[in-house]
């Protein structure tokens, strides 16, 4: 399998060299794999650690927002200048582990299912706050009692998806935390991947309980629109003799 591994980053200068590291050391087996860092907007030594890492790994792209655009954002520009027909992505705050990569291909593998466009990292067993797993447990509710998209942990950074298939969804701002939905929208189909979770060593969580939570109450309503909205036809071409 050819991968590109997408990893959106802000403000982790302490996080992406060892974390370029780990992804490397466990592509090593792949077919082909790129690694492509998203800088978005950052104001520390982000940049400067990823150029440095850039004269060590030939396999390491680096894009950067002149702004800060957002994660979804982030993830989508690597995205569309990825060159291998799966992406792989991840958190760039080293929580979510390189070695489950190769876990997921061979779960894809395993499957055999050309329907399969995704596989979503379901982390088990959480190395956060008490306070973070539940609000995370809440709102994962909240989503399946809404959206019914079978998947136990969307806030998960770790997915293996079809590049092509990512691209044809409609985008908007948070769009990462709803791609099992909006991929089930468009026909495909998705399972959940038991990975690991790590404790975060460097830096502080973008994110605020309130906030995420104001926001994906009006993203949900969004969703509930696109689904009422999309209709799936089943096309045959007419043969010209007939």
Excluded at 17 to 27: G, M, N, P, R, S
Excluded at 53 to 82: D, E, F, N, T
């Amino acid at each position: 399998m050819k991968i590109s591994v997408v990893v959106p980053v802000h403000n982790e200068t302490d996080n992406v060299e060892a974390l370029i590291a780990e992804i490397d050391q466990a592509l090593s087996g792949q077919e082909a794999y790129e690694m492509i860092f998203v800088d978005d907007g950052s104001t520390d030594d982000t940049a400067a650690k990823l150029l440095g890492a850039m004269q060590i790994y030939p396999s390491l792209r680096v894009l950067k927002h002149a702004k800060s655009c957002g994660q979804s954002r982030a993830v989508h520009s690597g995205v569309l200048a990825a060159q291998y027909p799966w992406i792989a992505t991840l958190d760039g705050d080293g929580q979510n582990d390189p070695a489950d990569i190769p876990n997921l291909v061979e779960a894809y593998q395993q499957q055999n299912d050309s329907d399969l466009w995704m596989l979503a990292g379901f982390r088990h067993q959480r190395n956060d706050t008490g306070w973070r797993r539940f609000s995370s447990k809440f709102a994962n509710s909240i989503r399946q009692s809404i959206l019914h998209d079978a998947t136990p942990d969307t806030g998960c950074g770790l997915k293996l998806f079809l590049r092509d298939k990512f691209l044809a969804l409609p985008y908007f701002d948070h769009i990462h935390r709803f791609l099992p939905a909006l991929v089930q929208m468009a026909g495909g189909k998705v399972i959940s991947v038991k990975v690991g979770h790590r404790s975060r060593n460097f830096g502080v969580s973008k994110y605020g309980t309130l906030d995420r939570l104001m926001v994906g109450i009006v993203d949900i309503l969004g969703v509930v629109w696109l689904k009422k909205r999309h209709s799936l036809p089943q096309i045959s071409e007419v043969a010209r003799d007939q």
